[in-house]
């Protein structure tokens, strides 16, 4: 009776992609966490924008209603407070839409895969052992003719399980690994369209703003007249003897 073979044959191994597949894994949750960051600084700054808005607009308002800096004030807080309802509103369901929902189904593929991964892993660790078995009762053999046989059983129905989940990674993960680029394009696409539009609106209504200043007033700043402007008013309040001068 000829003996069944138990030479170790040459495994594929998936083993190549496994580290592509990790490093995937680990950027696609650090890009869902800053998405998910971005998406509340975005909110949070024109909220806070807002508030601040509103304390210089009282600030002005307190000490002369009429005045060119009340009415800027004023256009200053309607225009953030628009900026801030139109985040809520135009841009948040459009950005969990094609940006946060998406990395979310990415990221909920990680674990079934990892999953497969760890199965196949144990699955070569069976086939080993079965491998060694029938080895073993092959270099020496049983008075007991039945052991042969299950021992060949039990190798082939290991072999069988490993290969075809080996297989399938082999297969597979790269081809998941090459869709992750066409998969993100348009999420990316649209977060350069959202920032567009955010960048967009905030100069249209920043830029009604500035009517109410003087004309000259942009190029007072660009020579520095401003800040000389600025630091004269603060010598006029170092000279107050409430605020410390001699």
Request: hydrophobic residues 35%; contains cysteine.
């Amino acid at each position: 009776m000829k003996r069944p073979s138990t030479e170790r044959t040459c495994i594929r191994s998936p083993s190549p992609c496994y580290l592509t597949w990790s490093s995937f894994e680990k950027e696609c949750q650090a890009l869902q966490r800053d998405a998910k960051q971005y998406q509340d600084a975005m909110r949070s700054m024109t909220t806070t924008q807002a508030r601040l808005a509103e304390t210089v607009e009282t600030f002005y308002g307190a000490a002369d209603r009429t005045s060119d800096g009340a009415m800027a004030s004023h256009a200053f807080t309607s225009a953030v407070e628009e900026l801030d309802s139109g985040i809520q509103r135009e841009l948040e369901g459009p950005y969990r839409t094609t940006i946060m929902e998406p990395l979310g189904k990415m990221n909920a593929y990680f674990p079934v895969v990892n999953e497969h991964i760890t199965k196949r892993n144990k699955k070569l660790l069976d086939f080993d052992a079965a491998r060694s078995k029938l080895r073993k009762t092959i270099e020496k053999p049983s008075e007991d003719p039945t052991k042969l046989p299950k021992a060949q059983q039990e190798h082939d129905d290991a072999k069988e399980v490993f290969e075809l989940m080996n297989d399938q990674l082999i297969s597979e993960l790269p081809q998941l690994l090459d869709l992750r680029i066409p998969y993100f394009d348009p999420s990316f696409e649209a977060m350069i369209r959202m920032q567009c539009k955010f960048a967009e609106e905030g100069y249209e209504k920043m830029s009604a703003v500035q009517r109410y200043f003087a004309d000259n007033v942009r190029d007072d700043y660009a020579a520095g007249q401003l800040d000389a402007q600025v630091e004269a008013v603060l010598q006029e309040m170092r000279e107050l003897s409430i605020c410390g001068a001699n």
